[in-house]
């Protein structure tokens, strides 16, 4: 009996799902990460959810978005986009700004070139904080 009840305790932990992340009222859920080593990239798509009753406006820091390797190296992206944004690297542009909208999850989709062949370890996600106005919150998002 005692070993199909450490059996039963076994399977039921493997379900156990971690916390989700939330930031400053928005919860972040990874969606997908994907690695094409034929064409070197590596592609994230995070949701971005608002726990605001109001509608919030969203102020992404793009130069400080970062994808990180299992060695710990930071890169910038190629191309990123927030919803209907896009926003390639060579336009230069420090910020998308977003008006998100109370459980309206909004796909975040940030593409690296140059990439090899193993999975990133996190993605660095910088916002400005929502009380106040200059201050930036940078956020590790374990893939």
Do not use: C
Request: hydrophobic content about 40%; proline content about 2%; aromatic content about 10%.
């Amino acid at each position: 009996m005692f070993l199909l009840f450490g059996q039963f305790v076994y399977a039921q932990s493997d379900k156990i799902e971690k916390e989700p992340l939330v930031v400053d009222e928005i919860q972040i859920d990874v969606k997908s990460v994907q690695i094409d080593a034929k064409l070197k990239t590596a592609t994230v798509e995070l949701f971005l959810t608002s726990y605001n009753r109001n509608e919030r406006e969203l102020k992404l820091n793009t130069y400080g978005t970062q994808l990180v390797d299992v060695k710990g190296r930071k890169y910038l992206f190629g191309t990123l986009s927030l919803g209907k944004i896009l926003v390639k690297l060579e336009d230069k542009q420090n910020y998308i700004n977003y008006l998100m909208k109370m459980d309206e999850p909004v796909l975040l989709t940030l593409k690296v070139a140059n990439w090899g062949k193993e999975k990133p370890k996190e993605l660095i996600l910088v916002f400005e904080d929502s009380e106040e106005e200059g201050h930036y919150i940078e956020t590790a998002v374990q893939l």
